[in-house]
């Protein structure tokens, strides 16, 4: 066997508050071993585990990764609301009435990361 990825790890602003919001948004809990400050913070899910890390410089460019959900229990436009009142914002809405198309939401903290 060669590699498995480990984690996606995602540079920050607040790693643990950033930490919290994927949590909620991805049913899980950040891990008991991480508190508010410290500079890294880890949410592991069934997928895949988020690392955040917090960096003391800002985000200046568009990002290169981002991550794609699919609601399990819910509708898309079910889940867009959910995320929305966790605190996401919408930054581009391209659903179509059909049921195709997307939604960008950022992060509660978009010049953090934008999902």
């Given at each position: 066997m060669t590699s498995l990825v480990r984690h996606v790890t995602i540079d920050c602003t607040d790693a643990y508050a950033l930490a919290t919001f994927w949590a909620q948004a991805l049913d899980s809990k950040v891990s008991p071993d991480d508190a508010p400050g410290d500079e890294e913070a880890l949410v592991e899910t069934p997928g895949a585990a988020l690392l955040f890390i917090q960096v003391p410089e800002a985000k200046a460019?568009?990002?290169?990764?981002?991550?794609?959900?699919?609601?399990?229990?819910?509708?898309?436009?079910e889940e867009v609301e959910r995320l929305l009142g966790l605190g996401a914002t919408l930054l581009d809405d391209r659903r179509n009435p059909d049921g195709t198309g997307w939604a960008t939401l950022g992060d509660p903290n978009t010049s953090d990361y934008q999902f």
């Open positions: 460019v568009k990002n290169r990764v981002h991550l794609d959900l699919q609601p399990q229990d819910r509708t898309r436009d």
